[in-house]
């Protein structure tokens, strides 16, 4: 199982949201998100391939001990974490697949941009996810990267190959780019 095989089904699962759930708050759109991340599973029998992967929304990934993080090769995270979207394996740390974030409001601000940022950062570098992606609608990759550009000012590590998936409005097509990408 690879990250582009799970970016293939959040392609298609952003596609299939309505445009009622784009006026809505960012729960509502992340439920409809999730029904079409399983649709899009289903479809490829992801039960039966690997059935130890699993599609979570908001599970907390707690914090472990310094011991228990090196006997599984990962470093521990500076705090409890718990993205809108894991797709992984919760038992071990062999198959990290995906962390995703959603905002949905136009308004988005400096501080939540950021924190949502370095979550994905911090899961990448000490889970081992293979990829984080920061998916937005209602808001241009402009207003987005106006954040990034600030807190690289202000000296925050956000990791570069975050994956950038906004749709600025309903009905517009879904750009998608690494942070590296936008700041190029």
Known sequence: MNSETFLGWLRYAIGRVGRSYYNYSERVYCYELYHFLRVAMFHEAIDKKYPNLFLHSEIIKGEIDYEIAQNL????????????????????????????????????????????????????????????????????????????????????????????ISVPMYGQEIEEHTIEQLLS
């Open 73 to 164: 090769g990962i470093m521990p995270l500076g705090h409890r974490r718990s993205p809108d979207f894991l797709f992984h394996d919760p038992l071990t740390t062999a198959h990290q697949i995906a962390a995703v974030e959603v905002k949905a409001r136009q308004d988005i601000g400096y501080g939540e941009c950021v924190e949502d940022l370095s979550k994905l950062s911090e899961l990448k570098e000490r889970y081992r996810f293979n990829l984080g992606v920061f998916h937005c609608i209602n808001i241009s990759n402009e207003r987005i990267l106006q954040h990034i550009n600030r807190a690289i000012e202000e000296g925050v590590t956000i990791d570069r190959e975050i994956v950038i």
